[in-house]
T-cell receptor, first 114, second 110 residues
Framework: DADVTQTPRNRITKTGKRIMLECSQT?????MYWYRQDPGLGLRLIYY???????NKGEISDGYSVSRQAQAKFSLSLESAIPNQTALYFC?????????????FGPGTRLLVL | DAKTTQPNSMESNEEEPVHLPCNHS???????IHWYRQLPSQGPEYVIH???SNVNNRMASLAIAEDRKSSTLILHRATLRDAAVYYC???????????FGTGTRLKVLA
């Protein structure tokens, strides 16, 4: 079984709808991240969480919110989806502070906002 | 935040070595240099990392300039399965955030 899973893998929604992307991990890591990737571009950090009570904004948090329900679960919400949020979304976890911070990525969620 | 600069694309012949360059002229003294690659339709995966010294692992080698302002990822014998986008990333020493650039798309020719 994959260490980092994302659901759904693909989603089509309409402008103005609220949607949630979910991420679960079995690696036992405290740190989790949400990124988005646009065609031909690298990954940009949306939010990151160092533990259940610690959530931080990344480069492009506007229009997004997150929830860290448990150590293993980190959800990304689009409160009112808009077309320019069409992108590939990746969740990642990383080793603890004492480690070297290697990140482990999920398979991605492809989101299309019409 | 320190940034990295990589060529947009490179080509290599199969079973030949590949040298992927990265410039990071504003790197701070405690930033680690990480390399990840993203195969088609997958999330990025870890390749190698280093701080000051050259590093080797089963996947690749990392050569770091003495002034740390540039580094080179070396694939000793490229295979078709190495075709991917390769990201050179600086890990922020304070927050452990990764700062991704646009990466280098490596094409391996049979």
């Amino acid at each position: 079984d994959a260490d980092v899973t994302q659901t759904p893998r693909n989603r089509i929604t309409k402008t103005g709808k609220r949607i949630m992307l979910e991420c679960s991990q079995t690696k036992g890591h405290d740190r989790m991240y949400w990124y988005r990737q646009d065609p031909g571009l690298g990954l940009r950090l949306i939010y990151y969480s160092f533990d259940v009570k610690d959530i931080n904004k990344g480069e492009i948090s506007d229009g997004y919110s997150v929830s860290r329900q448990a150590q293993a679960k980190f959800s990304l919400s689009l409160e009112s989806a808009i077309p320019n949020q069409t992108a590939l979304y990746f969740c990642a976890t990383s080793e603890p502070l004492a480690g070297l911070g290697t990140q482990y990525f999920g398979p991605g969620t492809r989101l299309l906002v019409l | 935040d320190a940034k990295t600069t990589q060529p947009n694309s490179m080509e290599s012949n199969e079973e030949e070595p590949v040298h992927l360059p990265c410039n990071h002229s504003t790197i701070s003294g405690t930033d680690y240099i990480h390399w990840y690659r993203q195969l088609p339709s997958q999330g990025p995966e870890y390749v190698i990392h280093g701080l000051t010294s050259n590093v080797n692992n089963r996947m690749a080698s990392l050569a770091i300039a003495e002034d740390r302002k540039s580094s080179t990822l070396i694939l000793h014998r490229a295979t078709l399965r190495d075709a991917a986008v390769y990201y050179c990333i600086l890990r922020d020493s304070g927050t452990y955030k990764y700062i991704f650039g646009t990466g280098t798309r490596l094409k391996v020719l049979a």
